[in-house]
């Protein structure tokens, strides 16, 4: 009796090949850089979730640093948990609280989700509660060190499968305003993302924005300087120190003429279970063949068809066109990961597809491994 698993065949059209080829958009240079102080910031620290039902931390390695907390937190003159009985019960956990501040910045008083990280030996946070948290720039805080954040409420688990992190809703107060500086010294200051990071994209970025008219009759020569292959320099008139918001968003909208091709990249952690794609990663035709999946990538036009083999085109439509000599473009990586991603193919399917793609020179595009 044959107990091999059955293969799963894969049918995929080509309407994101479509997609990202035959309408792009001008590139524009927020397309491929950012201002500098558009950066997200973090806060963090050390608390207490308690109310577990004996699924926290065994209390021996709890007990001393709980007690720091709230001396801490006594300290700063915030309500804290009963300390007693923490020294026999595992109804308590030791966590990292961490919030996230977007890169537009935020005010004093504003309300933030926060993330819920067990450091301890704990089991599970669900039905727990965090106690009032002090947040810093750092894990630990001392009593010189100002109080960004204050974090408290209900511990909310939104993956099962990690019951030691959770999430907090609209569960941080800011105590301090957050901005960026945006404008330093006359200069703004362009970062390019990561893709596009060149020095053949930064010199291209710093022409754009110098032809612009508007720019070209501020009356500063060349206003854009590109100073390494992720930077560009702009200096901003003075009629223009009053109404920085428009400078920028000029900027921002200057098209950049015929801008060299960035290449694709594929990014893999294998530590962490990662992978990120870019939209323009291409696969040359190829047989995929990994457990219980089994897909074609369709031949480019003028290939011989090969002999038949059992399995199911991705895109047999296709593949006929290809036949009749129609013009085709590879297949986008994307779209193999969309058609995966249906049939419930797991992250590490995809990451030992895409090594096996990489190892036979079909990916048109650099895979990056990261650790």
């Known amino acids: 009796m044959n107990t091999q698993p059955s293969k799963l065949f894969i049918t995929i059209t080509l309407f994101h090949v479509l997609t990202f080829s035959t309408f792009a958009a001008p590139l524009r240079v927020e397309n491929v850089a950012r201002i500098k102080g558009q950066e997200t910031t973090t806060i963090r620290g050390m608390g207490i979730v308690s109310g577990l039902p004996g699924t926290g931390d065994e209390p021996k390695s709890y007990t001393p640093a709980a007690q720091a907390i709230m001396r801490q937190l006594s300290r700063s003159g915030m309500f804290t ?33 926060c993330t819920i990280l067990s450091i301890g030996n704990a089991k599970s946070l669900a039905g727990g509660v965090l106690s009032s948290t002090i947040l810093g720039t750092s894990l630990q805080q001392d009593e010189n060190s100002p109080v960004l954040g ?71 020569v060349d206003p854009a300087q590109a100073i390494n292959s992720t930077t560009v320099a702009v200096r901003m008139p003075v009629s223009k120190y009053n109404d920085p918001v428009d400078f920028l968003a000029k900027i921002l909208d200057v098209e950049i003429m015929n801008p060299p091709v960035a290449v694709p990249k594929v990014t893999i952690n294998e530590r962490l279970g990662t992978i990120i794609i870019d939209v323009n990663v291409e696969v040359k035709p190829s047989l995929i063949n990994h457990k219980n999946i089994v897909a074609e990538i369709p031949p480019a036009p003028g290939d011989e068809e090969a002999a038949p083999r059992q399995f199911v085109d991705i895109d047999t439509d296709l593949k006929f066109r290809q036949m009749s000599g129609e013009s085709a473009e590879n297949m986008k990586l994307k779209a193999l990961q969309s058609s995966l991603d249906a049939v419930k193919a797991t992250t590490q399917d995809m990451i030992d597809i895409v090594k096996t793609l990489h190892q036979q020179g079909a990916i048109v595009g650099e895979v990056i491994f990261v650790d």
């Open 150 to 220: 204050q974090a408290q409420g209900r511990v909310t688990i939104e993956d099962t499968a990690t019951p030691t992190v959770g999430r907090v809703v609209n569960g941080c107060r800011l105590h301090s305003d957050f901005t960026n500086p945006y404008i330093k010294d006359g200069l703004v200051m362009l970062v390019l993302k990561r893709e596009y990071a060149r020095p053949n994209m930064a010199l291209k970025v710093a022409e754009a924005i110098n032809a612009e008219a508007e720019f070209a009759a501020s009356g500063i």
């Open 81 to 113: 948990m009963d300390v007693k009985g923490i020294n026999s019960t595992k109804n308590n956990a030791l966590v990292e609280v961490v919030v996230t501040i977007p890169s537009t910045g935020a005010r004093s008083g504003e309300i933030l989700d």
